[in-house]
């Protein structure tokens, strides 16, 4: 029975994120739902990846958050479109809770969407948005053996960002068994050392991005 | 409708939560509930606590994950009984889970269960287990914002961990504000500093816990 009403939520939820991305394709605008624990430098990604895009696409972010509106502060500071989501309390977005956010958006003028989940590993997985591509942030201090533990959130992702790779020295963080695992959970998905912060790595995981944009804005999305 | 069904899964898992409660109020047995993000420190923060409280106390362990063995694996090898629940995708320990695992250990001759619950700022603040407290580990990389963007699991918390406080100097973590906000959620809740892997604070932590400890077995268990 509990599954049963988990399953049509789903349902309902899977429904309206289909109508998100045949509205995101007819717009040619990428979407990416990035995805990670608390504190695992989520904004501070974003900021480095709008600094590196910036001149080269049109940007907005749709920030989703328990409470507090601070993040799409942060990001609206930058001069970068930026709509709040408070779930009050559930621990991810809903395609629905998109959608309304995106209705404040001009699409028209718009390359790419950044959403900024809830900071969490489980739920976010389960939840299609209508986004173009998932993306998790691991970051070096919260340790190499998360996906054994959080399996299906590296499963659902298309890229993997190692985040906070300057504090490598101080943890205890075993890098290959880290590159070992996320292979065996989704092969070839690519890992992108990177420090938000410092902007060390940022280039590389900036250009797989540029990559999927311009094949969404050539009506190539998947 | 989603709301009341969310009210009945609450209302059963309270019910049972409570039969807990007086279980372990019966045996004179203190339970902790252990939340924290996923990287936080909830295993080494357990051994940590452990190490300290073993000559005193008998204790045993109880590790919620998603999938994998791995956190129970490390408490046993320290000679300590540890009983792992997978929640097989769920975000969070309820009463129920607890209870069966609780079925496996002999109370009588128990004076404090950990029980580390999934890696989640969200979902476990919702869930009672029948703990006699939730204290909330937070770990310095994960940033001084988090009470703001978590509020809920920070004020139903009896106390808060502040974890890898030796990686103070490597982030722009402002212990001041944090403490503010803390406060501002939940009164005089107690903070405790500590590195869980140098050992560094620990001592001032299992004070606190001792004392809660032995009110339990003294019958004086909240």
């Not at 997985?125 to 399996?151: C, T």
Request: aromatic share 6%.
């Amino acid at each position: 029975m509990k599954v049963d009403i988990e399953q049509r939520i789903l349902a309902v939820n899977d429904e309206l994120a289909e109508a998100n991305r045949r509205l995101f394709a007819e717009h040619g605008v990428f979407v990416l739902d990035l995805m990670a624990s608390p504190g695992a430098g989520k904004t501070s990604t974003i900021l480095a990846t709008i600094a590196a895009l910036r001149d080269r696409y049109s940007i907005a972010v749709i920030e989703g958050d328990i409470a507090s509106k601070v993040d799409a502060e942060k990001v609206r500071a930058h001069g970068i479109p930026a709509v709040q989501i408070n779930t009050g309390g559930a621990c991810h977005l809903e395609s629905a809770m998109v959608r309304r956010a995106v209705e404040t958006l001009d699409l028209g003028e718009i390359d790419l969407i950044i959403i900024e989940n809830v900071g969490n590993l489980v739920c976010p997985s389960d939840f299609d948005l209508g986004e173009s591509a998932k993306v998790i942030i691991l970051s070096v201090p919260e340790g190499h053996d998360k996906p054994y533990k959080y399996p299906n959130i590296f499963q659902v992702s298309e890229a993997v960002i190692l985040n906070k790779y300057d504090t490598l020295s101080v943890f205890d963080f075993d890098e290959t068994e880290f590159r070992e695992v996320v292979r065996s959970l989704n092969g070839q998905v690519p890992v992108f050392p990177m420090s938000a912060t410092t902007g060390d790595g940022v280039a590389a995981w900036a250009e797989w991005l540029a990559a999927r944009i311009d094949a969404a804005r050539d009506g190539d999305a998947s």
